[in-house]
């Protein structure tokens, strides 16, 4: 990229961000010029291109200005160009448009084959019968009073308090973050996530445009002195994690760092946003965060698309009565009415008791492929961060100085989609890291390919 093409980038990110509307006037070319260490007449030559595409304007005697309406939202363009090879966005899609054949250790869903399908056709054959009102009708705003008594019910399991008004269903979880965001945070303020995260919070929070900081996740949670610099140096509104079972490194928070946690986030004003959507794989109930802080400042949310199906998309927010009114009102003003037929069409999978013996049967088959997984990628010399005691992620170490995009690139020539490290790391420090989903990495032919990349580096 040639300085001038670097110069039109910047401006072009800025009003992409919004930092530069529609009428602003540019800086000055000596301004920028000095701004971007580079000379007055690589500016005029950038101004003068960016001109001619319509981009800005050039008004006699009065500098440059950002020309047309406001432009529509480019998530691409918004903060820091990154290798496609780490994108949230362009990895997402990797495995979302992956032929049904592909190997997809990289992937963060369960195998069909592993999800309930036979419930979900009996639940789907009764459904057909049911009134028409579920088959036709908008839903109630709040959502399917049974599901959520069900909610309540796995809430109370951890000890979580709460009033079936304090509980609203959403379309899926990553829906009920966006109400979240939407409800809490406005453009430019400060989000504080874990490093390393789920990458597709990297992704939703460029959707908002606020400046996102992260903290080192250590394996009993974040690590609290940094957690707590951060507060003082950029005054977060808002914190988004995981409970139970992180995603990627399949940590779990101890119950003494959910304490501290809990204590810095009161005294700096912070809410936290507690994703629990693997809670059904656990089988050692970790702490909650909201049943700690009581619902005051934390807010609890989940949905069902691990465990029962992706395709069938229900989640549910668990907060303060006067936030969840607030939500609901988003909620309509966004989607109106809410989805009846998923919410009901879960519910009947729940409740016949299928569903209970399904994710029985579902955490015994992922033990043994966890202990399978973590045993084959050692002898490759791939070695787990941790072996996690419950869920479908391990967290993988390469060997000497692998890069993981190297490693990832090689393996989707060959037709195995992996996830690289610093998709889930905003600061790019884990670049020698790959997350293993332990239900998509039974077929050998991974393992035989990984060992072929592995070893071309020695």
């Known amino acids: ?77 918004v903060g820091p160009q990154v290798d496609r090879a780490i994108d949230p966005l362009w990895v997402s899609r990797q495995s979302l448009e992956a032929e049904e054949a592909a190997l997809m250790p990289g992937c963060g869903w369960l195998p069909a084959s592993w999800m309930p399908e036979d419930s979900i056709r009996r639940a789907l054959r009764s459904l057909s019968r049911s009134r028409h009102a579920i088959l036709t009708d908008y839903g109630t705003p709040h959502g399917f009073v049974p599901l959520r008594e069900h909610v309540l019910r796995r809430m109370a399991g951890y000890q979580i308090s709460a009033r079936l008004d304090q509980v609203l269903l959403t379309a899926s979880g990553t829906q009920a973050i966006d109400l979240l965001c939407r409800f809490f945070i406005e453009p430019g303020d400060t989000v504080l996530v874990d490093d390393p995260c789920y990458f597709n919070f990297h992704a939703l929070l460029k959707a908002h445009r606020v400046k996102v900081i992260s903290v080192p996740y250590t394996a009993t949670g974040p690590d609290l002195e940094l957690f707590e610099k951060a507060l003082l140096e950029h005054q977060p509104r808002l914190y988004i994690t995981n409970s139970a079972i992180h995603n990627p490194t399949g940590a779990v928070l101890s119950l003494a760092v959910a304490h501290q946690l809990l204590k810095l986030a009161e005294s700096a004003d912070l809410v936290i946003i507690e994703d629990d959507i693997f809670a059904d794989l656990e089988t050692i109930t970790a702490p909650r ?170």
Not at 28 to 50: C, F, G, H, P
Not at 349 to 359: A, C, N
């Open 1 to 77: 990229m040639t300085l001038v093409e670097k110069v039109m980038r910047d401006v072009h990110q800025r009003i992409a961000r919004q930092r530069l509307v529609p009428g602003t006037r540019l800086p000055s070319i000596r301004k920028l010029a000095e701004s971007l260490e580079v000379s007055k007449s690589t500016v005029v030559d950038a101004y003068d291109r960016l001109a001619a595409e319509g981009a800005i304007q050039a008004r006699k005697g009065a500098g440059f200005y950002v020309a047309g309406a406001l432009p529509p939202l480019m998530l691409a363009d």
């Open 289 to 458: 965060l909201a049943a700690l802080d009581g619902l005051n400042r934390v807010v609890h949310m989940g949905s069902f698309s691990k465990t029962l199906s992706a395709s069938v998309r229900c989640g549910f927010v668990a907060a303060r009565h006067d936030w969840i009114e607030a939500l609901v009102d988003l909620k309509i003003a966004t989607t109106f009415g809410g989805d009846p037929f998923s919410a009901e069409l879960t519910w009947r999978v729940i409740k016949d008791g299928s569903y209970r013996r399904h994710l029985d049967a579902l955490r015994g088959r992922l033990s043994r492929a966890m202990g399978k997984t973590c045993s084959r990628l050692s002898d490759v010399g791939i070695k787990p961060w941790i072996i996690p005691q419950a869920g479908m992620y391990v967290w993988c170490a390469l060997p000497g100085n692998l890069l993981a995009v190297d490693v990832a690139r090689k393996a989707h020539a060959e037709g195995v989609i992996l996830a690289p490290g610093n998709v889930f790391s905003l600061t790019e420090t884990a670049g020698q890291f790959l997350r293993f989903n332990v239900a998509q990495s039974t077929s050998p032919e991974i393992f035989d390919i990984l060992e072929m990349i592995v070893s071309e580096k020695y």
